[in-house]
Every structure is written in C-alpha cells, then in structure tokens.
C-alpha cells in the first residue's frame, strides 16, 4: 500500500507532537495553539482528523502520537534537518529553519536519502537538535540555566521550540552564539531570572526562558 501523502498542516503538527513527546511534555491543546498560533478550536479540530487517521490517540491520559504517527512525525524532522543543512553555505544560520519549513514537505525520499548520504550522515540539525534516533549524541549536553558560572563550555544546541523564534535566532546569530562556540557562564541572577554569557570577550545577558532552550557541553576534565 503507497502511503498517503499527509498535508503540510498535518506535517507541521507531526514535527510538533514528535517534539513535545521525545521530550516528555504534556501534549495539551492550549499549548499546541500557542506554539502553532492558531485558535484552540483550529487545534481541536485537526487533533480530531489525526485520530481519525490513525497518527494521534486521544484520551483522558493525553494525547499521544500513534506508532505510525510516530513514524511519520520522524520523517518529516529528518527531511526538515537536512533541507536546513542543504540551505547551510546559501542563507544565514538564522532563516534556515524557516526555508526548511517550506522545503521539508516536496523532498522525495529518494532525494532525502541522497542529500543524507552527501552530508555525511549527520546526527543533529545546524542548530545541534538530534536527527531521530540520534538523541545519544545531545543526552549530555546541558541547559544553560543549570550550569554554574564560571563554567567554560562549549555551546551545542539550540532546542527546536526555540528555532521557532526568529528575533532570537538572528541575535544569537548576529552575536555568534552558535553550535560550537567556546562560552564562558556568567552572573547568573535567579532574582533577575538572567544568566550572564561570555562569548568571543562580550557578555551577554539572557532570561531564563530562553537560556533554558540553550545547551551547552562542558568539556571533559
Ligand atoms: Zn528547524
Ligand atoms: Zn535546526
């Protein structure tokens, strides 16, 4: 049986759950709208077709991606990873997520595999989130709102939630916060809800709500 080829508004909420449920988070329709910016009615609605269809179940414990929902969701994250990696040496750090939002749903599997092979197989997106079945890779990498200042680490993922925010993604990317980069934790203020970060001699100061997005590696001592 040919699968059927799933609309991109399916897609988008595929990736979404996928992420929510790697992560353990409550799959709650309110969340969903926001995160989607849709109405909640919209986020009812389309839940209702993905259990029709057989990708969600629904019940009072939650909502859950179905085996094959689970399976799908994992094709569309790894055809989105490597369309931004594809895009990589053409656009800046920051609007190759945003392309691969659009090119994620025309790949063929047969270009998937190509584009997959030509890359040398990579195990995390350029943002450092891991290509499904590659979460081995991120496990010890750490938040930064969990380090301790005075920690030098190096900086090593930027969560998908967060890839969402464009104005973020293009100061992290006009400061040069990116994967790989060497960074030494700051003043961490809880009062404040801020962590300071050294990077390239320059501090910078995020809240919490978005240094919780950021991982970082200390190297091994
Ligand atoms: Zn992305
Ligand atoms: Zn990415």
Known sequence: MQPIKLSQT????????YVLERDGETIVGARLAELLGVTAPTVTN???????????????????????????AKDVMRRHMLMEWMMLKM???????????????????????????????????PHGNPLPGCEDTVAGWIPLTELVSGEKVIIRRIHELAEENRPLLAFLDEKKMTPG????????????????????GQIITLGFAVARYIYAEKPAS
Not at 46 to 72: F, Q, V
Not at 183 to 198: K, S, Y
């Open 91 to 125: 656009l800046p750090w920051s609007k190759l997520h945003g392309e691969a939002h659009h090119l994620e749903h025309a790949i063929s599997s047969e270009a998937e595999t190509a584009v997959y092979e030509e890359l040398g197989r990579p195990q995390t997106c």
């Open 10 to 17: 399916i897609e988008d909420y595929l990736a979404l759950l």
């Open 181 to 200: 980069t060497e960074a030494t934790i700051g003043e961490i203020l809880p009062f404040n809800q801020t962590v300071g970060v050294e990077v390239h």
């Open 46 to 72: 389309t839940l209702k077709r993905m259990a029709r269809d057989g990708l969600i179940t629904m019940h009072e414990n939650g909502t859950h991606l179905t085996e094959h929902g689970w399976a799908s």
